[in-house]
């Protein structure tokens, strides 16, 4: 090939080139940027259907919400500070809690990354599921012969939301190949061997956490938000909502205020009220939370001060939990009130 040929195909080559840039990185490449593309969508009309097909399935894919008609109050109000998502942050991923003979694993990633794990798991286990549900987010594993076991086994794993945003609770079910096995039974069969499967899977997920893919399905159906807010009841008093049968409420209410530095001085559970005595951070401590709270202040308002903390039965699993001061002339001063909720709202789980 002479260097004229040379020449023209050098040019053809470069031209191709800088067409095949274009079509992949340009304005209108396949490998632009398209976060700006919403912008310039048209509004399409709603798809007509025949006469008689239901139109249920069809929905907006991003749906407008409605605007509040809400007006601004007069006059001059304090805008309170955004809260932290967890007061009293744990350093352990996964803790097995226990509540009488019921145990679960406390697991502080949210169910759409627990799930996989319970599933990779039992695969690594060579342990067969027999049974799926993600919207309910249920296991089941088909029947296994054990060591020193007189029977086969098999075991339910169920994956709840936990109490705080992000978090989750696995309880595991066991049941023995005896008897009625068509339905499962309210507690385990052998409380050792769902113990020890417990123990196993809160060790794997702890091994392997921050590593684990995403379930969508699972993240979906099993909510993240948590079961615990701050709610106002219709006289404008803030109180915190736990949506947890009483029982279970009131081992974690109680374990969630000695962690938020108050000190229980007597308890009174037919009535459901804690008797507490704010302790405030120790001396010499950083604040902390307190300081978030507070501001950065050499003092902290109402340590030392008697608190009470009463809970209230909305129904059988949700609970009303309002903390009040004992002989006080003045009720307390609600942005006050308001951060020590917040404090103790963060250390239940």
Partial sequence: MNLKNWRTL??????????????????????????????????????TLP??????????????????SGVIAP?????????????????????????????????????GQVWPQVRSFLASAGIN??????????????????EAASMSS????????????????LHVLQQNRAGDTANWPDTSDNPAQENEMLQSLAQYIADSAGNAPVSMIAEQAISAEGRISLQKDSGGTPYIQLALPFDRAWASVGLGLE????????RDRSQGIYYLKFLGPEAGEEGGWFDWLWGDDDSYP?????FTANMREIDPTLIAIYLRLQDADEPIDEGELQALLNLIKGNIN
Avoid: N
């Fill in 302 to 306: 109402h340590v030392g001060d008697a």
């Fill in 154 to 169: 098999r075991f339910r794993m169920r994956i709840d939301q936990g109490v705080q945003r992000g978090t989750s609770e």
């Fill in 10 to 47: 050098a040019v053809a080559l470069a031209a191709t080139h800088l067409t095949a840039c274009g079509y992949l990185f340009g304005d209108g490449g396949m490998f632009r940027d398209q976060s700006e593309d919403y912008k310039r969508a048209p509004e399409m009309a709603e798809i």
């Fill in 129 to 146: 599921v027999m049974r799926v549900d993600a919207s309910a987010g249920v296991m089941e594993t088909d029947w296994l012969s054990l």
């Fill in 259 to 266: 962690k938020s530095d108050f000190e229980i001085t007597d």
């Fill in 51 to 68: 006469e008689g097909m239901r139109s249920d399935a069809l929905q907006d894919i991003y749906p407008v919400p409605p605007v509040g």
């Fill in 75 to 111: 006059g001059e109000f304090e805008v309170p500070r955004p809260t932290p998502l967890v007061a009293g942050a744990e350093e352990q991923t996964v803790r097995i809690q226990r509540l009488g003979d019921e145990s679960w694993a406390l697991i502080e990633e949210a169910p």
